[in-house]
């Protein structure tokens, strides 16, 4: 497990360098993902070889059953020149996985995500003197909307509340925090009460974790 204090360094760090530079990010993980033109049978691996749902496309799930893909992804952003690479983990709440019956898998594939993504930032720092390489947590909008009606016939209904989102947030960033990324990053928000929820729930997460150590 990272410790609050590696994770602290390693914030004072990356605070520092963007308060004198450019820090360059990672491109798309889906897009390079995708031209690996990977099969069911990658997405299900041995552990999910009987698991009742199609699981192809679940991207975020080839962080336990394709490491070798989504480290390789890592390591070519990083050769590229990116200084701060996202975890594979855009989806990876329970309430979109629930799409592919992977509620229960939710800490674990962010978990792997966070190491992998760890591991690839490290090597590289050790393989080039000099170098510096940060992870970030992506946590993306999720698949649904708090502000709005998916149903025309039902403007009132909503398909999920704020808490329900806090509380999915909030057990995907205490493993990608556990997991040792750097900084936690909301990303391709549709919807700004869904922001919301995520910003609540990192406080509240970065608060228990007292990792505001300046």
Not at 33 to 46: A, M, N, Y
Not at 66 to 80: F, K, Q, S, T
Request: aromatic fraction near 6%.
């Amino acid at each position: 497990m990272e410790t609050r204090e590696r994770i602290a360094l390693r914030r004072r760090q990356l605070e520092s360098a963007l308060g004198e530079r450019v820090v360059m990010m990672d491109g798309a993980m889906g897009t390079m993902i995708q031209r690996q033109s990977l099969e069911e049978k990658d997405f299900r691996g041995q552990t999910y070889a009987k698991h009742p749902h199609d699981l192809k496309g679940n991207n975020d799930l080839l962080s336990l059953t394709r490491p070798d893909v989504i480290g390789g992804i890592h390591r070519a952003y990083l050769e590229a020149g990116a200084e701060i690479i996202e975890t594979n983990t855009f989806n990876a709440t329970s309430i979109s996985q629930a799409d592919y019956g992977l509620e229960g898998a939710v800490r674990e594939i962010n978990l792997a995500a966070a190491r992998l993504a760890r591991k690839a930032a490290d090597d590289f720092m050790t393989a080039h003197s000099g170098k510096v390489a940060w992870v970030a947590g992506a946590v993306g909008p999720t698949n649904r909307t708090a502000s709005m009606s998916p149903d025309v016939n039902r403007p009132e209904y909503r398909a999920v509340t704020f808490s329900q989102l806090a509380k999915a947030y909030g057990e995907q960033v205490r493993a990608l925090i556990e997991g040792g990324v750097d900084v936690l990053l909301p990303e391709t928000t549709f919807d700004t009460l869904n922001l919301k929820a995520a910003l609540w729930a990192m406080e509240e997460v970065s608060t228990s974790w007292a990792l505001d150590c300046r």
